[in-house]
C-alpha cells in the first residue's frame, strides 16, 4: 500500500489478508486510579479539544472508570513531548500520549532533534482530521474562489515551524502565488488563532477541532472568512471536499482556478503526500513502549466501545468533526501510513525548505 492510495478500505483490507484479529480484553481494572494523557502541544489547539472530547468518553469505558487527566508538555512543535515519551516505559496503563501531523512530520524528514522512534510505541486509537485556512475580512472580500486577487497582499501567519504539519497550509498558499510571512515559534495552533484575533495575524488555518471551537464564530460573526479546507480522501484516494466543511472549497479547487497552480507534477504531488500523511491520520493516542498485551487490549477495547456509541457520530462530529477513527489493529495500519511519504516527496520538500526558510535537516 503505498500513501498515495491510501483508504480505510485499503488499511481494513490489508488487515483481513495478513489473518489479524482484534484481541479480547483480559482481565485489567483502574478502579481508583489516574491516567495522565499528555498532549505535547499548549492547552489552546485542537489537539488539546480532540484528547479533552475523548478523556471522559474513555474513562467510562475503561474497566474501573479511572480518572483521565489530559496534561500538556508543549515545546519546540510537539518534539520536546514527544521526546520526552520515547524515554517512558510505564507497564500500568496510566500513560497515554497524543500525537498530531506536526510530530509525524519532523519524523519523516528526518529532523535531528527528533530522539523518538514510532515503532516504539503502541497504537491504541487513530483519527483523521481536516483543517481550514481563512482571510482577514478585508482580504477575504478580494478572494472569489481564487487567489489571483490575492497575489499582491503581504500575510502574516503564526505558525509552529515549517518541518510541522504547518507545512501544508505554507506550501499551499506558496503553490497559489501569496505571499505569507510565517512568524515562527508558537507553542500551537490555538496561539495561532490568537494572534489572528488580535491583528498581529492576517491569515490563519485550524485543524478542524480547533476550527469548530473558536475560528468558525469568528467567520459567522464576520470576523473572518474561510478560503479553503485541505480535503479528504474517498474510498479510491481522490481528494474531496471535507465531510464536515461541504460548504467550502478545497485547496485542490482553489489550486485549478488560480493562475499558475498546478494540481500535477512534483510540487502537487509532493503537497499531496504530506496532505495525506498529516490529514487522514493526524491524531493518534498511544501506549508507551514495554505496556503489557493484556493493558493494549483493554485499551482497545475500550476505544472501541466509545466509536460504538449510539451518539458517537453526533458528538463526535460537533466537536471534532466527522472523520474514520481507527482502534486496535486498524490503528497500527494507519500508523504504517501516517509515518511513510514517497522519497520523492521528502526530496522536495527539505529542499523546499532550505530555499523558502532556510531550514537544513542535515
Keep these: 500500500m503505498t500513501v498515495s492510495t491510501f483508504t480505510r478500505r485499503a488499511v481494513v483490507g490489508l488487515i483481513a489478508a495478513a489473518g489479524i484479529a482484534a484481541p479480547a480484553a483480559a482481565e485489567v481494572d483502574f478502579s481508583g486510579k489516574t491516567i495522565e494523557w499528555v498532549i505535547p502541544f499548549s492547552e489552546t489547539g485542537g489537539s488539546a479539544k480532540w484528547a479533552n472530547f475523548f478523556a471522559p468518553l474513555l474513562a467510562e469505558e475503561l474497566p474501573g472508570n479511572p480518572t483521565v487527566v ?20 510505564h507497564d500500568d496503563g496510566t500513560l497515554l500520549f497524543g500525537t498530531s501531523g506536526s510530530t509525524q512530520f519532523p519524523y519523516l524528514l528526518g529532523d535531528p532533534r527528533v530522539r523518538y522512534e514510532y515503532k ?18 478585508e482580504d477575504g472580500a478580494k478572494f472569489d474562489g481564487s487567489a489571483n486577487g490575492l497575489k499582491d497582499v503581504d500575510f502574516i501567519y503564526g505558525s509552529q515551524g515549517a518541518t510541522r504539519l504547518d507545512l501544508v497550509p505554507l506550501l499551499a498558499w506558496q503553490m497559489l502565488g501569496m505571499n505569507v510571512e510565517p512568524v515562527f515559534g508558537i507553542k500551537g495552533r490555538g496561539d495561532g488563532r490568537l494572534m489572528f484575533e488580535r491583528g498581529e495575524a492576517t491569515i490563519d488555518y485550524q485543524t478542524s477541532s480547533g476550527y469548530l471551537k473558536g475560528s468558525a464564530e469568528m467567520v459567522a460573526a464576520g470576523d473572518a472568512v474561510a478560503m479553503m479546507t485541505w480535503g479528504a480522501l474517498d474510498a479510491d484516494g481522490n481528494i474531496v471536499r471535507d465531510p464536515t466543511f461541504p ?8 489550486c ?3 493562475e499558475g497552480c498546478e494540481t500535477s507534477g512534483e510540487v502537487w504531488d509532493a503537497w499531496r503526500a504530506f496532505f495525506v500523511a498529516g490529514f487522514p491520520v493526524q491524531k493518534l493516542a498511544f501506549l508507551p513502549a514495554g505496556t503489557p498485551q493484556e493493558v493494549i487490549d483493554t485499551y482497545t477495547a475500550a476505544f472501541e466501545a466509545v466509536v460504538a456509541r449510539a451518539d458517537f457520530a453526533d458528538i463526535s462530529s460537533k466537536r471534532v468533526g466527522k472523520y ?23 526530496t522536495f520538500v527539505t529542499n523546499w525548505l532550505q530555499e523558502a526558510y532556510g531550514v537544513s535537516l542535515n
Design 247 to 254: 460548504d467550502i472549497p478545497t485547496f485542490k479547487e482553489v
Design 120 to 137: 516504539d510505541w503502541n497504537p491504541v486509537m487513530a483519527s483523521g482530521t481536516g483543517g481550514v485556512a481563512y482571510l482577514n475580512p
Design 70 to 89: 489530559v496534561k500538556f508538555m508543549p515545546g519546540a512543535g510537539s518534539t520536546k513531548g514527544a521526546n520526552w515519551f520515547q524515554e517512558q516505559d
Design 256 to 258: 485549478e482556478a488560480t
Design 324 to 346: 474514520q477513527v481507527f482502534t486496535g489493529a486498524e490503528a497500527q495500519g494507519a500508523l504504517g501510513t501516517a509515518t511513510s511519504v514517497p522519497d520523492e516527496a521528502k
